[in-house]
T-cell receptor, first 111, second 114 residues
């Protein structure tokens, strides 16, 4: 069964304290892996798409990487405005319509 | 600006009532989706539509209905048959012409049953 697991569920960081969020996936052929940021009461905001193992994408303080079994979202020197829930999703090759979402990591960055 | 518009943002329903959530997109996307989000759970797929006048059930379609009469619009009706409708509802769309497509989301509609 296709599955996405994110860890940790919640993470508290001091401003400037770098860390990584994990997204482990099991899917029958990966078409794409997606990272989103979601603020409370808002819809998810698209961050990155990764297609194949070894691929990396960067945007400001965020860097996403992909292996054959997991993806990491690295946050370098975070600021309080980076506080949000980060969602990971995969699209399986077997079903082009279907996106499987993890439950997210709630990140709190303290000033 | 292109985007997805959901309305209303907040909605209250009495038990036994049907309510309809609106979703409009001007991104010229082919596919549209409805998800339900509950605390501590991932997004769960209710219905999706890949082309006009066609739609398929997702994982939790019972108690919901949709229509896709126009490419831009994909309204969701929460019927009285849905036993636990209080949730945050998200509409999304994507272009299907390429290798893969990231979903773009609206701002969501929060439904509360009184």
């Amino acid at each position: 069964e296709d599955q996405v697991t994110q860890s940790p569920e919640a993470l508290r960081l001091q401003e400037g304290e770098s860390s990584s969020l994990n997204c482990s996936y099991t899917v029958s052929g990966l078409r794409g892996l997606f990272w989103y940021r979601q603020d409370p009461g808002k819809g998810p905001e698209f961050l990155f798409t990764l297609y194949s193992a070894g691929e990396e994408k960067e945007k400001e303080r965020l860097k996403a990487t992909l292996t054959k079994k997991e993806s990491f979202l690295h946050i370098t020197a975070p600021k309080p405005e980076d506080s949000a829930t980060y969602l990971c999703a995969v699209q399986a090759a077997s079903g082009t319509y279907k996106y499987i979402f993890g439950t997210g990591t709630r990140l709190k960055v303290l000033a | 600006d292109g985007g997805i518009t959901q309305s209303p943002k907040y909605l209250f329903r009495k038990e036994g009532q049907n309510v309809t959530l609106s979703c409009e997109q001007n991104l010229n996307h082919d596919a549209m989706y409805w998800y339900r989000q509950d605390p501590g759970q991932g997004l769960r797929l209710i219905y999706y539509s890949q082309i006009v006048n066609d739609f398929q059930k997702g994982d939790i379609a019972e108690g919901y209905s949709v229509s896709r009469e126009k490419k831009e619009s994909f309204p969701l009706t929460v019927t009285s048959a849905q036993k636990n409708p209080t949730a945050f509802y998200l509409c999304a769309s994507t272009w299907q012409g390429g290798k893969t497509g990231e979903l773009f989301f609206g701002e969501g509609s929060r439904l509360t049953v009184l």
